[in-house]
């Protein structure tokens, strides 16, 4: 990274000034001060707990889906209400969880990584924010209308969602809701991030995390707007008569997998490339060492971005394709293999020769770095078409992207909140407890997604709330993991809760080999911080 | 070193047994696909543990590096941290060599892609249909041409909910199993009456989506004999985890038999369209065409399942005009209503379920619709 020097004096007389500034523009208090805020830091902060809470929802339904296939039989709820479970444990994970906690993590680290005051458009900020809770409100209280939730799969394929009832209109409304704000969220990151570094931090010494949003945020505006257009074609069909996606009026059901699945790819790859940033903010500081091959990071990232764009139909391998077509995707997925793979060795030679210490942080990075490899491994299989032919809807695939999304997402979103918590609140998180929960999810979460690869090879498919006898020991043993991971997540909130009251208090920099700008401001960061753009040279 | 070794070693032998073994069908712990029935299986089973082979090499070489890095270079072991950070050739390397290891999985793989593609000269021609929640099978061209039917899991009600003992066929048996001869090219024509399913044997490597509008095809050619279990694996309402596949591989001879056999049936129960029935006999009949196509949503006692499927005791529709009642059997709800159509089934059928859900529960309209009545409808 680039050597950074402040204009002026750190610490101390830094904070003074910050404490000046918190007199004249402090926050109001109470409940007006989360509605009406437009600092970044608040933003962030409600966020991250919005993601949280959700996570807990959405949690809550896989405690539900995973209770139900414990034993062969339908022992707790109807198959129409298990189908509810699966569709919005998707969904609400997806939008409601990972996302929105990826935009925390840049509300917060964006304008202090880049030496910006604010997000550039502060205003916007809020109102990208609370539009999430009513789209959450639609989400979960569609499971109290006539008819129950949407229980078409996350993936709303038409003409089974347009046999819903009115749960799959809120459904639909609810991620126009989500999209606006993502849009509004992205454009912001944007924006920010082209117009408001600090004077000499050019493109290439911008720290990786800010890189992988700044691509991220691309995306997002490129196939959000997709993803509206599609389920408002479905919201069509369903209420003013269009055909689109009917046969039987000259439409075709397969034209809306392309739509969705156009859409679809990019956002797994939005939901992974700011997790590669957190980790490559994670790796370097705590080998202590500079990160291995930064231009290619972040060559790799933007082709990981751009081929994203062309593989969608690798999800529709079994729709029945011309031959050429899937060549074309199979061919295209696979390159994704290449960029990825670039990733996983620079982040091994970063660690080559490092001086190492494990932290909470480092440990999650590393997990990332194991468990993600294995996810990409299975997605590499599922590149090849034959196989997936065979694994395609099964619970292969769920393992294959369990792996990635929460060994990925989630653990580096885990890592970051660990790695920034004393910047945020000041204090010293709990070490040992933040080992613990990293140890436990480490297991449970291997625990319930591993025997899953061997559930899907043996021919269980994924969706369904019952099962052959033969598949009944590992779905056992899947489900006691999954108990596990959620209940480990308690420890989690224990820590998080616990350092924002109290406890050791954090440096400016309380990791020695950190070097990115946040750093250079005391610890908690104030309310408004670098309103004086520091150099970087 | 010796631990990269052991590592090694361990990796090599665990996954030489996993790819040597191939498991019966009812193994709790079978960790592999399923043995292959057909060439194109045979060749995903192999392509699937070359690429166990390709992922073991590079998981030890990468995790062997860095797990040597993770256990000496430590700050705790006092190694202080190199400076580097940066080799434009190393980047170069590792980006080729993936290159090429891609170029060799992707080789095998489009070659059985373009066999599975090639769908020319059947022996036999079978449309499959998917419906909520059960399969027909209609043979269309080769020996067996003609034969018809619907098949739907044997697995009862009350198995599912626990009320009755599941045995070691709980959700692997149908009550018609598609029946093929053994070593005959099967081209199959999938389609669906309502939303998409799919229709997956994983014994012969097929799975193709039943796409409701248009046709699809797929083939197989199975080696040996037996029952071989597959399953819907596309989402399809709320009985998608109810709706085995099951087919039956017979030496030709037995299958001759067999075709006869179901002809010889058919022929029997075909029945002139303008017969007349009784109240009762229509009742009796309906009775049992609702336990196979309505029952699922609409429930044993009529009364649906509220706020998801609408209740036929009591409506009214079902005490309504004929016509009308008739006319969402036969073509289906409104468009976004969840009623499927049901014109596969025959004249009789439709008039006796009609029949039946006129004067079953508490609705007495008295109503007895012939099946000749039907005929005129559909024209």
């Given amino acids: ?537 | 070193m010796s631990s990269k070794a052991v590592a090694t070693l361990l990796g090599t032998l665990s996954i030489a047994w996993y790819s040597g073994m191939v498991m019966a069908a009812a193994d709790p712990y079978q960790l592999n696909f399923q043995q292959p029935n057909s060439t194109i299986a045979q060749q995903t089973y192999d392509q699937h543990i070359m690429l166990l082979w390709i992922c073991l090499a590079i998981f030890i070489g990468v995790f062997g590096v860095m797990l040597y890095s993770l256990i000496n270079h430590r700050k705790s072991k006092g190694y202080k941290a190199a400076n580097f950070h940066h080799s434009t050739t190393v980047e170069i390397i590792w980006t080729v060599i993936p290159f090429i290891i891609l170029f060799a999985m992707a080789y095998p793989a489009t070659k059985t892609v373009i066999a599975m593609k090639d769908t020319s000269n059947p022996d036999i021609t079978v449309k499959v249909t998917g419906y909520q929640w059960q399969w027909g099978y209609d043979y269309l061209i080769g020996e067996g041409a003609g034969i018809s039917f619907i098949s739907r899991s044997s697995t009862t009600l009350d198995q599912r909910n626990n009320k009755a003992p599941k045995d070691e066929f709980y959700m692997l048996r149908a009550d018609k199993p598609m029946v093929v001869p053994v070593g005959k090219r099967v081209r199959l024509l999938i389609t669906s009456n309502d939303v998409i399913h799919a229709w997956w044997v994983p014994a012969f490597g097929v799975k193709q989506d039943a796409i409701p509008g248009f046709i699809r095809d797929a083939w197989f050619q199975a080696d040996r004999v037996g029952t071989f279990v597959g399953q819907c694996t596309e989402l399809c309402g709320k009985d998608h985890g109810f709706m085995p596949i099951v087919v039956e591989v017979m030496e030709p001879a037995q299958y001759t038999k067999w075709a006869a056999e179901q002809k010889a049936q058919s022929a029997k129960t075909v029945v002139d369209v303008n017969k007349v029935f009784t109240l009762d006999e229509l009742k009796a009949d309906g009775e049992k065409v609702y336990a196979g196509n309505c029952v699922a949503c609409h429930q044993a006692n009529g009364q649906g399942i509220p706020g998801t499927f609408v209740a036929l005791d009591g409506s009214k529709i079902a005490n309504g005009p004929k016509a009308e009642h008739i006319n969402i059997v036969v073509n289906g709800g409104k468009a976004g209503s969840a009623m499927a159509a049901f014109k596969h089934l025959s004249d009789v059928d439709i008039a006796a379920v009609v029949t039946y859900e006129r004067n079953a529960w508490s609705n007495t309209t008295g109503d007895v619709i012939q099946p000749s009545e039907i005929n005129a409808f559909r024209k």
């Fill in chain 1, 1 to 537: 990274m680039a050597a950074v020097h402040d204009d002026h004096a750190h610490g101390h007389g830094h904070g003074h000034e910050h404490g000046h500034d918190d007199h004249a523009h402090g926050p109001p208090k109470g409940m007006m001060r989360w509605l009406t805020t437009t600092n970044h830091k608040d933003i962030g902060t409600m966020y991250l707990w919005f993601s949280f809470s959700m996570f807990i929802v959405g949690g809550l339904m896989a405690f539900g889906i995973r209770a139900e296939l414990f034993q062969p039989g339908m022992q707790l709820m109807t198959p129409e209400f298990f189908n509810s479970l699966t569709t919005n444990h998707g969904l609400i994970m997806v939008f409601g969880a990972i996302m929105p906690a990826f935009v925390g993590f840049a509300n917060w680290q964006v304008p202090m990584m880049i030496g910006a005051p604010d997000m550039a458009f502060a205003r916007m900020n809020n109102w990208s924010f609370w539009l999430l809770p009513p789209a959450a409100l639609l989400l979960v209280s569609a499971f109290f209308v006539p008819g129950g939730a949407g229980a078409g799969g996350w993936t709303f394929y038409p003409p089974l969602s347009v046999q819903m009832g009115m749960g799959m209109d809120m459904m639909i409304f609810a991620v126009h809701i989500l999209g606006a704000s993502s849009i509004m969220g992205s454009i912001n990151i944007i924006t920010t991030i082209l117009n408001m570094r600090a004077p000499g931090m050019t493109l290439m010494k911008m720290p990786l995390f800010v890189w992988t949003w700044l691509i991220t945020a691309y995306l997002l505006v490129l196939v959000m707007p997709v993803l509206a257009g599609t389920v408002t074609m479905l919201l069509t069909d369903r209420h003013f008569g269009t055909n689109f996606f009917n046969a039987a009026g000259g439409g075709d059901p397969i034209m809306f997998q392309h739509i969705f699945w156009f859409f679809g790819h990019p956002e797994v790859y939005i939901m992974i490339l700011p997790a590669f940033g957190i980790i490559s903010e994670i790796l370097p500081t705590f080998s202590r060492k500079p990160l291995f091959g930064y231009s290619s990071m972040v060559y790799a990232t933007a082709s990981i971005a751009i081929l994203s764009c062309i593989v969608w139909a690798h999800h529709m391998f079994t729709v029945g394709m011309p031959v050429t077509a899937q060549l074309f995707f199979m061919y295209a997925t696979m390159l994704i293999a290449v960029p990825t793979g670039v990733k996983v060795f620079n982040w091994t030679a970063t660690m080559w020769q490092g001086s190492m210490s494990f932290e909470t942080p480092m440990l999650f990075a590393i997990g990332f770095i194991f468990l993600f490899t294995i996810g990409g491994f299975s997605g590499v299989v599922c590149a090849v078409i034959p196989v997936d032919i065979q694994v395609q809807e099964t619970y292969y695939v769920i393992a294959h992207f369990h792996y990635v999304l929460v060994s990925g997402s989630l653990f580096a979103l885990f890592g970051g909140v660990y790695y920034w918590l004393p910047k945020w609140t000041g204090h010293m998180y709990d070490e040992s407890l933040g080992k613990l929960h990293f140890w436990l999810s480490m297991v449970f979460f291997n625990v319930t997604f591993f025997v899953q690869h061997f559930l899907g090879l043996a021919g269980m498919p994924r969706r369904v709330p019952d099962y052959a006898l033969q598949f009944a020991d590992f779905n056992m043993i899947s489900s006691i993991g999954a108990f596990g991971f959620g209940l480990s997540q308690l420890v989690f909130l224990t820590v998080v809760v616990k350092c924002i009251r109290g406890g050791k208090k954090a440096e400016a920099k309380p990791w020695d080999g950190a070097t990115t700008l946040e750093w250079d401001l005391p610890s908690p960061a104030p309310y408004h911080s670098w309103v004086t753009p520091p150099v970087v040279k």
